[in-house]
Structure formats: C-alpha cells, structure tokens
C-alpha cells in the first residue's frame, strides 16, 4: 500500500468522520470566508470553492451581509434582499470555447477508434467540457472522472469543492491519490491512488481493492498553469467576492426605496375630535384659531439614492473591465453603426484569452482519452494507442447582414469555404454532418437548374 494512499484514506475517515463533516460553511460573511484561506488549510480551500460553486449557481442570499448595526434577526425579516449574478455571466461569457460543435478525429487502428467513437456517442463530450470549462474558469481546478459501468465508459464531472488531492512529489500538477466525496453531506468518499481504491462512509472503510488502471481515474484540468502545487486559482476567486459586495449594495438600495424613497404626509394641527381618514374623496377638517399654523404638508427624505445607482454602475463597469470582457459581448445589438472591425476591437481580450484555452483543453483531451485507454484496456482487454485531433470551430463575431454576406463571398471566391459549409454553419440541426448539408446543396442546385 503506497504512502499517498494511506494518508488519503486517513484524510477521507477524518472527513467523513460525523464530528468533521460539515456539508455547509460554519460562517456565510464572504470576509469571513476570505479570512479563512491558507494554503495549508484543506478544508478552508473547499469552503471557499464551495462558495464561489454557490455563488455561480444562484445561491448568493446565503451570503448576504447584514446591514451595520442589524440583528440576525432582523436581517432574516428584513423583506427587501435582491441579487444580480454576475459570477454566472462572467463565466458563461468567456468560456466559449464548446459552445459550437468541435471536430475530433482519433489516429488509432479501428478497433479502438470505433470503441471510443462509441464511448463519446454515448457520453456528450461537447456538453460535458463547455460546462467543465466553466467549473474551471470559476474554481480553478475541475475533474472528470471515467468509470465503467454495465459495460460502458461513463463520463462523471467533479468540482473543485467536492475533492482532496494529494499530487506526486515531483510533479505537482499529478495526483497520487485523489480523494472524491460524492454530492450529499459529505459522508461517503471514495479515495484513489494508481494501484488501489476504498470506500469510506461515517468514518469507517467500507470496501478495498485493487485495480489494475496503472492511474488514477482522474483528468483534470487547470485555469492556469500549476508552478505552487496541485490548485490555482479561478476567476470566481475574485469575481464572487465582487458579486457578493454587489449583492450587499443593492439590496441597501432596494432597502433605501422601500424605507425612504417616496414622500411623506404630514398633518399639521388637525381637529382631535375628527378622525382621521385619508383619500381621493375624503378630506380632513382642521379647527383652529389664531395664527396657529395648520394643513397638510409633503416632506422627501433626503435619501442617497441617484448616490447608490451610481455606486452600482461604477462596481460593474469595474469589474467588468478587470476581468476583460468587452460590453460588446453582454448585448445582442452592439449598435447600428458599429462595424466588423470595431467589434473585433473590442472582443480581442476574449479572442486572447480563447487562444491559450485552446491549448489547455487540446492537452486535456488527449489525458481523458488515456484514462478512457486505460478503463477499456482494465475492463474489455482493448490496447493500443490513440492520439486525437481537435479542431476548434473559429469564433462568430457580431456583423452585421451586409458584412457577413460579403465576408462568406470573398470566402468562397478563394476556396475558403463552401456553399454547404455555410448552410450548416447557419442551421446546424437541420444538417448533423458537412455530407448531409452538401446533398441538399446538391438537391437544391439540380431542382434550380430544372
């Protein structure tokens, strides 16, 4: 039993342990959760991951800070708390890179190319990595796990919040042992090394055995390069936080009009022995005398609210800005006199950024394939190698009608393209593949010329 193994499944029973596990965060203050973060500290990683997963998913109430001098109590009565989740919209926006389908071709015999074919039929590759490209850009670090089950290779994606991973001592971006806690209260884990797997549940081992995959049955995938051990850092670090402060502003706001937004009436000496009732066809009688001054009087709060709209702008274009996304992106109709090359302009951060995603994910390709070799060569005695060819569909910028129509002219006049290309790339469900949309292309020309 290898040492990595044995401090995992020592890490994995104290975990799962009932007087350790703890399915949600003990503070909620996004300070607070700043505040516990060390490198060291394995549990205060998860915590924070777990937030930012929270966050990205709409969970953000949870992490509403109270106003100064306000009671737990009367924050949970308090009845105006309102979120905007921009964590969502900054991740969804720069991972764009599975959004359209993306060309695969497997270099192996084919045998092995037809199994794997078949592997990534059944498991929706472009579906799988869009949504782990997300998980990644958020927290930094995401999995998928291959399984094998009732004789097919399955596809699982873990998060970052959900797994312990002790690496190889000399390579840091290389697990030894992985620890994997399934979706629930944190009380079953299973824990990985190359050589053997357990099952633990409640602070006790459940099942142990060996396995013969040679690794552990993880691909992972980093944000950025790993050069101080197995974690980096993800956009949702930053951007979370930033959406949490946001949160806190406009709900103040929405506070602020509720409580102080509209005028109020005031009754000056009315007669004490009228009540008082108020309404479109109802009026109130004052009895007085002298010069004692009376009526009814409307008096506007001094409330800071064009001051906190305005705090709000600011916040967002500020984080928008410092995370590179171009307003371009975030609007359908980026104006009517915007041209092609403008656009480009703006969307040239994303365009960078989708440059260096490209080759993250080509390398993490070719590792979830191994792990799929090495399921397949465990469980059906299927070897040999396999290398795959990724070809990632070019970005759609907005244009546009005229432009789009003189840039697929100059294209086709120089051999760029074809007229079947463009018609699948314009309705891509009615042609699943390049041939089909060339026999209509076909079809079409000959009932033209008839």
Request: hydrophobic share 40%.
């Given at each position: 039993?290898?040492?990595?193994?044995?401090?995992?499944?020592?890490?994995?029973?104290?975990?799962?342990?009932?007087?350790?596990?703890?399915?949600?965060?003990?503070?909620?203050?996004?300070?607070?959760?700043?505040?516990?973060?060390?490198?060291?500290?394995?549990?205060?990683?998860?915590?924070?991951?777990?937030?930012?997963?929270?966050?990205?998913?709409?969970?953000?109430?949870?992490?509403?800070?109270?106003?100064?001098?306000?009671?737990?109590?009367?924050?949970?009565?308090?009845?105006?708390?309102?979120?905007?989740?921009?964590?969502?919209?900054?991740?969804?926006?720069?991972?764009?890179?599975?959004?359209?389908?993306?060309?695969?071709?497997?270099d192996?015999?084919?045998?092995?190319?037809?199994?794997?074919?078949?592997?990534?039929?059944?498991?929706p590759?472009?579906?799988?990595?869009?949504?782990?490209?997300?998980?990644?850009?958020?927290?930094?670090?995401?999995?998928?796990?291959?399984?094998?089950?009732?004789?097919?290779?399955?596809?699982?994606?873990?998060?970052?919040?959900?797994?312990i991973?002790?690496?190889?001592?000399?390579?840091?971006?290389?697990?030894?042992?992985?620890?994997?806690?399934?979706?629930?209260?944190?009380?079953?884990a299973?824990?990985?090394?190359?050589?053997?797997?357990?099952?633990?549940?409640?602070?006790?081992?459940?099942?142990?055995?060996?396995?013969?995959?040679?690794?552990?049955?993880?691909?992972?995938?980093?944000?950025?390069?790993?050069?101080?051990?197995?974690?980096?850092?993800?956009?949702g670090?930053?951007?979370?936080?930033?959406?949490?402060?946001?949160?806190?502003?406009?709900?103040?706001?929405?506070?602020?009009?509720?409580?102080?937004?509209?005028?109020?009436?005031?009754?000056?000496?009315?007669?004490?022995?009228?009540?008082?009732?108020?309404?479109?066809?109802?009026a109130?009688?004052?009895?007085?005398?002298?010069?004692?001054?009376?009526?009814?009087?409307?008096?506007?709060?001094?409330?800071?609210?064009?001051d906190?709209?305005?705090?709000?702008?600011?916040?967002?274009?500020?984080?928008?800005?410092?995370?590179?996304i171009?307003?371009?992106?975030?609007?359908?109709?980026?104006?009517?006199?915007?041209?092609?090359?403008?656009?480009?302009?703006?969307q040239?951060?994303?365009?960078?950024?989708?440059?260096?995603?490209?080759?993250?994910?080509?390398?993490?390709?070719?590792?979830?394939?191994?792990?799929?070799?090495?399921?397949?060569?465990?469980?059906?005695?299927?070897?040999?190698?396999?290398?795959?060819?990724?070809?990632?569909?070019?970005?759609?910028?907005?244009?546009?009608?005229?432009?789009?129509?003189?840039?697929?002219?100059?294209?086709?006049?120089?051999?760029?393209?074809?007229?079947?290309?463009?018609?699948?790339?314009?309705?891509?469900?009615?042609?699943?593949?390049?041939?089909?949309?060339?026999?209509?292309?076909?079809?079409?020309?000959?009932?033209?010329?008839?």
């Amino acid at each position: 039993m290898s040492d990595a193994f044995t401090k995992a499944l020592s890490v994995a029973l104290e975990q799962t342990s009932p007087v350790m596990r703890n399915d949600r965060p003990v503070v909620s203050r996004p300070d607070e959760l700043y505040s516990l973060y060390t490198d060291s500290d394995e549990s205060a990683r998860r915590t924070q991951a777990r937030f930012t997963w929270d966050m990205y998913r709409g969970d953000q109430l949870r992490y509403l800070t109270r106003l100064p001098g306000e009671s737990a109590a009367d924050f949970l009565r308090r009845p105006h708390k309102q979120f905007l989740n921009i964590t969502r919209v900054v991740i969804d926006v720069l991972s764009q890179l599975y959004r359209r389908p993306v060309e695969r071709n497997i270099d192996a015999d084919a045998n092995l190319a037809k199994r794997i074919q078949r592997v990534w039929d059944r498991n929706p590759l472009d579906r799988l990595l869009l949504g782990l490209d997300r998980l990644t850009r958020l927290q930094g670090v995401a999995g998928v796990r291959v399984s094998y089950e009732e004789g097919e290779v399955r596809f699982w994606p873990w998060p970052a919040h959900r797994l312990i991973v002790l690496p190889d001592f000399d390579r840091p971006d290389t697990p030894a042992a992985v620890i994997a806690f399934t979706a629930g209260d944190g009380s079953v884990a299973h824990v990985w090394s190359g050589s053997r797997v357990s099952t633990v549940a409640g602070g006790r081992i459940l099942t142990e055995q060996e396995h013969g995959l040679g690794r552990v049955p993880f691909a992972f995938v980093h944000d950025s390069l790993p050069v101080d051990g197995f974690w980096t850092e993800g956009r949702g670090h930053s951007v979370a936080y930033a959406n949490a402060e946001f949160n806190a502003k406009l709900s103040e706001l929405a506070h602020t009009v509720a409580m102080q937004g509209f005028g109020v009436m005031e009754i000056v000496n009315p007669d004490p022995a009228q009540q008082i009732a108020i309404g479109p066809a109802r009026a109130i009688a004052f009895t007085v005398s002298g010069n004692e001054p009376f009526g009814v009087n409307f008096k506007s709060p001094n409330a800071p609210i064009r001051d906190l709209i305005e705090d709000l702008e600011f916040l967002l274009r500020t984080l928008l800005r410092t995370q590179r996304i171009p307003e371009s992106l975030l609007s359908v109709n980026v104006g009517a006199n915007v041209s092609g090359v403008s656009v480009l302009a703006q969307q040239s951060p994303v365009l960078e950024d989708r440059v260096e995603r490209r080759q993250v994910f080509r390398s993490f390709e070719q590792d979830l394939l191994d792990v799929t070799r090495a399921v397949l060569r465990e469980h059906e005695g299927v070897s040999g190698e396999a290398v795959v060819q990724v070809n990632y569909p070019e970005p759609q910028l907005e244009q546009n009608a005229s432009e789009r129509v003189s840039v697929d002219d100059w294209r086709l006049r120089h051999g760029m393209t074809t007229p079947w290309e463009i018609m699948r790339r314009d309705d891509p469900d009615a042609y699943p593949a390049v041939e089909d949309a060339k026999q209509a292309w076909l079809a079409n020309r000959e009932d033209h010329h008839a």
